[in-house]
């Protein structure tokens, strides 16, 4: 039985570490399809109508070229972001090792994860924040960021990393025990 | 740590090695060496018993208190 589970377990991770790295590129493409976007749409200006995921920015960029590098910078932000927490969980589920599992390298990689949620959560809220301001100014329809998924997330996160850090410090005790 | 393990002044007093101790109490020599360098966060009784039957004294001639 305990076989089994230990089995099942690290298929669950070899999955996820797959699902990460997909996601990771997943998310790195887009940021780089927006960027590209971008330039293009700054040589031709026909190109903002038609952006990543046939967005049309067009009129946002003859309002103003300096809010519509802001959206764009958001835009791009927010998928490198969401690939770095990715690659901090690739790299967290390489360090982990269910047959010791508490260290201290996986519970600071947590933790770090949970602080770029946060800063992941605070550029969500700046995006919503602009993009409410040139809805209210410019009767542009664009869409807003759910802000809430990050916070919780990074609060969910912070808490694993410290039962993690506890966890390390129960499991050297164990180890210093004579 | 306000305890300090006497680990290495009985076993000078027994003129034991630590060879010697670990074959004595069936405990690994990397085990005594974390209690003779201060290491050990903590000791099982089962341990302490071992120790005590084989140096042939009391858990107090092992074990100190130092308020420092």
């Known amino acids: ?178 | 740590m306000p305890i300090v393990i006497n680990l290495d002044v009985m076993m000078a007093r027994r003129k034991m090695s630590l060879n010697e101790l670990s074959g004595k109490v069936d405990m690994a020599l990397a085990n005594l060496s974390i209690l003779k360098t201060g290491k050990a966060k903590a000791i099982r009784f089962s341990t302490l018993e071992a120790l005590c039957k084989a140096l042939e004294c009391q858990p107090g001639d092992l074990l100190e208190y130092t308020d420092s």
């Not at chain 1, 940021?31 to 190109?47: D, L, R, W």
């Not at chain 1, 919780?152 to 039962?163: D, E, P, W």
């Open chain 1, 1 to 178: 039985m305990a076989y089994k589970t230990k089995t099942r377990t690290e298929q669950i991770l070899k999955i996820l570490n797959i699902l990460a790295w997909l996601a990771f590129t997943g998310f790195m493409i887009e940021a780089g399809s927006i960027v590209v976007s971008y330039i293009v749409s700054i040589i031709n200006p026909m190109a903002a109508q038609k952006m990543y995921k046939a967005l049309n920015l067009e009129s946002l960029k003859q309002f103003s070229l300096m809010h519509y590098t802001i959206h764009v910078s958001f835009m791009v932000l927010l998928p490198l972001l969401k690939s770095l927490v990715w690659f901090m969980a690739i790299k967290a589920i390489s360090k982990l090792n269910m047959k010791n599992p508490f260290k201290m390298e996986v519970a600071l990689q947590l933790e770090a994860i949970s602080y770029v949620l946060l800063g992941t959560w605070i550029i969500v809220m700046l995006n919503t924040a602009h993009t409410e301001w040139l809805i209210k100014n410019t009767g542009e329809k664009l869409v807003n960021g759910d802000s809430g998924e990050f916070i919780f997330a990074a609060g969910l996160v912070f808490i694993i990393s410290q039962v993690f850090k506890r966890g390390v410090e129960i499991q050297r005790e164990n180890e210093l025990t004579v």
